[in-house]
């Protein structure tokens, strides 16, 4: 049924596959990544992914703690770029504790919107000469506008997000990534200060207007984190949908393409700590 939708997109004009992808739907967003991304299809998707999938589309907050080369950083960055094209994202705001980390996922946000097969069909979506996909494997954007309006803004969290206006715009949606890292749980006086500057600094400087998403990817690194504390006050909030995902569940590994072999060396090339702070979501005790 999937490549028989892909097939029938295919065939469209290129207005006619904007209309048609213009519908802010989970289904039609995988159809709509599939269709320009093919490359980033390299194994089949979990179950998990299209439950991630459609929780982003109940437009609710979300948290999403999972083991590594679970590509929800991948996912996320295609799931922003959609709503970029749409305009259903006007400001987007990419949080990490450092900057490098947040620059890189708005970098690779450019590199999406930069792709040939989506230009074709939307032309341009942005203006300076340089900004070519050769040009941007050498640099790191952590700022820039779209065609339509779109402000893409990196930040650490050392950096201040209040009274970020961009044409009287506040940011309506803001991703942390990377938050908790070895440094920012070091203590708990670090993880006071920095939960305290995103709960009353940069979640204060969303927009008023009532249409703000917040997303969480969550790195396990200590039960003494930022967003250990976080999860736990809003635990039994309605407007905000918790998933946690480990590599192996009930014995059983959660993605089709990593065998008992890959596995096994992987443990073989990571610290025992290490394997189950990644893999196993295990936190440091």
Sequence with gaps: ????????????????????????????????????????????????????????????????????????????????????????????????????????????????????????????????????????QQKSVGNFDTINGVKVRALSLQQKLRWALSKLKRPDTIV?????????????KTIDKNLDKIKNETLGALSKTGNNQIILLWNTISEQGILPAFKSEYKNSKWRLIYKQELIRDDKIQRAWISEEVVEKIRADEWTIAFGLNYLLIPKQ
């Design 1 to 136: 049924v999937f490549m028989k939708a892909i097939e029938m997109i295919e065939n469209l004009s290129s207005s006619e596959r904007i209309a048609f992808f213009n519908q802010n739907t989970a289904d039609i967003f995988l159809l709509w990544r599939f269709y320009y991304f093919r490359d980033d299809f390299v194994a089949v998707l979990a179950d998990f992914h299209y439950d991630w999938i459609e929780w982003l589309f109940t437009k609710k907050n979300i948290i999403i703690e999972a083991f590594r080369w679970s590509i929800k950083t991948s996912l996320i960055i295609a799931y922003q770029t959609y709503r970029i094209v749409y305009w259903f994202t006007k400001y987007l705001v990419r949080q990490s504790y450092d900057n490098t980390a947040s620059t890189s996922n708005t970098t690779n946000i450019l590199d999406k919107l930069l792709y040939p097969t989506l230009e074709a069909d939307y032309g341009k979506q942005v203006l300076l000469i340089w900004w070519d996909r050769e040009s941007l």
């Design 176 to 188: 942390f990534d990377d938050i908790d890292t070895t440094d920012s749980v070091r203590s708990i």
